[in-house]
């Protein structure tokens, strides 16, 4: 399908709604009620811009962004984030390491084949998985690593023994020198922007602000690194660098090199809008688990890669979970007689399992 749909991220869509009347805190109920009001869920054509810098501001500083959150999160289940404090130097390293790891040569990456390596960490190749099944595969490869400190804690038989879907250890190429180092600092500058995410979404959905704490503090957040080579030639809508799908996590948090258009997230209408990087933004998208606790109050929304920029481009990609063992199921405050449970509990855990075990079984061998 041909992206006839041009961006409008320059239309403020997050500033917009900071003008707005609102209470200190709106329960699923009434934003369901409440949605038709506003705008159509999914009618979308421009992705929402919202500054966190007020993150930890006054209670009403907060309500005001879990505001705007909860109608990003509703509308279209994407928006870009500024004011999340990871400074452009951070960035700068991990984008470097991650050109010159992808340029090495195929036979030193595949020496961490994650097929070989476990628990879908290590090196991904071209055409290895294949997202969305109607399609040939996806044009991309990639790096993943989960947890790890830094500067690891001696005899730390936690991690090495860890069986759960991206968790056990860590995996690292010899080279280039600092990569490890590189991708730990933005991993971990990332996680603190994803904890305030989840304070901010407890509070959209009526919730304590520290309600999703004692549920993630277990979660394995992973991390991947991502090159789309440059699609050139007659265009195949079924080979794209990354197929249709949704994030099966609760939420991604995603840097996108700048001044080069891929990612696009799919309306109501079936239009593809462009997500089109902005200097200093991440993107945050809702995924699938966020999705399910809130009965698809939360958009988890279709997203795809499309890299018809004519030279290659680069990603990196944080995804945001919950323990393995918590129960995934609607929260009480998002079932009404109305909007019964739309799901059936399943642990995070299995979940995962589930949809990794689907990527992976798709993929060209």
């Known amino acids: 399908m041909r992206n006839d749909c041009l961006p409008l991220v320059g239309s403020g869509f997050g500033r917009s ?3 707005l009347r609102h209470p200190i805190a709106l329960s699923c109920r009434a934003t369901m009620a409440d949605s038709a009001a506003i705008r159509d869920p999914g009618t979308f054509d421009s992705i929402p811009v919202i500054d966190i810098t007020n993150a930890n501001g006054t209670r009403d500083q907060k ?3 879990a505001f705007e959150i909860k109608n990003a999160c509703m509308e279209v289940g994407a928006f870009y984030i500024t004011g999340h404090g990871i400074h452009h130097e951070t960035i700068d390293s991990v984008f470097s390491a991650m050109k010159a790891y992808f340029s090495l040569p195929l036979e030193t990456k ?7 390596v476990g628990n879908c960490q290590g090196y991904t190749p071209l055409l290895d998985t294949n997202i969305d099944p109607s399609n040939r595969g996806d044009l991309l490869e990639g790096f993943a690593a989960g947890w790890e400190e830094l500067i690891p804690e001696e005899n730390d038989e936690t991690s090495r023994n860890d069986d759960r879907p ?4 860590n995996v690292w190429p010899l080279e280039p020198a600092g990569f490890r180092e590189a991708y730990l600092n933005y991993y971990h500058a990332a996680l603190a922007v994803g904890k305030t995410l989840y304070h901010l979404f407890a509070l959209a959905l009526d919730l304590p602000e520290t309600y999703f704490e004692d549920k993630t503090k277990e979660s394995v957040h992973d991390m991947r690194t991502v090159r789309y080579p440059p699609q050139t030639g007659p265009v195949d809508d079924r080979m794209v660098g990354l197929g249709a799908h949704t994030d099966f996590k609760c939420f991604t948090i995603l840097w996108q090199e700048p001044d080069i258009q891929a990612l696009q997230v799919l309306n109501s209408e079936r239009r593809w809008i462009n997500v089109t990087p902005i200097p200093g933004t991440l993107v945050v998208n809702i995924a699938d688990q966020l999705g399910r606790w809130t009965n698809d109050v939360f958009r988890s929304p279709v997203h795809r890669a499309v890299n018809r920029s004519g030279v290659d481009r680069y990603s990196t990609a944080v ?3 919950m323990n393995s063992d918590v129960q995934v199921e609607p929260i009480p405050s998002c079932i009404s007689p109305d909007q019964p449970p739309k799901y059936e509990p399943i642990s995070a855990g299995d979940y995962e399992r589930k949809r990794i075990e689907a990527m992976f079984r798709q993929g060209t061998p």
Do not use: C, D, P, V
């Not at 595949?110 to 070989?116: A, C, D, F, N, S």
């Open 110 to 116: 595949m020496e961490l084949y994650h097929k070989r």
């Open 166 to 169: 991206k968790a056990g250890t």
């Open 63 to 65: 309500s005001a962004l």
């Open 319 to 321: 995804f945001f979970g």
């Open 17 to 19: 709604l900071s003008g």
